[in-house]
Nanobody
Framework: QVQLVESGGGLVQPGGSLRLSCAAS????????IAWFRQAPGKEREGVSC????????YYGASAKGRFTISRDNAKNTVYLQMNSLKPEDTAVYYC??????????????WGQGTQVTVSS
């Protein structure tokens, strides 16, 4: 059974850090492009970051550049999103998604259930 499971969300103060994990089962992550999306209440889903399968090149949305880092551990079949210098506007449910093709804006075959990130003092 193909499954993506996110973890690592929680409550953090502004300026703090969190590391989200996306663990895959039922398929091999290194054959897929893996992306992180987020959705805040009342807002559209936003692409945060993506790592291609071919060369591991990372891509970042404007809100993530300079603060977030995507990485992959093929041995653990897991992708991470390290988030630093968090801001209240980063509050959202974060989802990981996978596609066998290259990073795309939204055409992903598999999605996780999401993990809540709340940035508040």
């Amino acid at each position: 059974q193909v499954q993506l499971v996110e973890s690592g969300g929680g409550l953090v103060q502004p300026g703090g850090s969190l590391r989200l994990s996306c663990a895959a089962s039922g398929f091999t992550l290194d054959d897929y492009a893996i992306a992180w999306f987020r959705q805040a209440p009342g807002k559209e889903r936003e692409g945060v970051s993506c790592m291609s399968s071919s060369d591991g090149s990372p891509y970042y949305g404007a809100s993530a550049k300079g603060r977030f880092t995507i990485s992959r551990d093929n041995a653990k079949n897991t992708v991470y999103l390290q988030m630093n210098s968090l801001k209240p506007e980063d509050t959202a449910v974060y989802y990981c998604a996978a596609t066998p093709s290259s990073c795309t804006p939204d055409a992903y075959d598999y999605w996780g259930q999401g993990t809540q990130v709340t940035v508040s003092s």
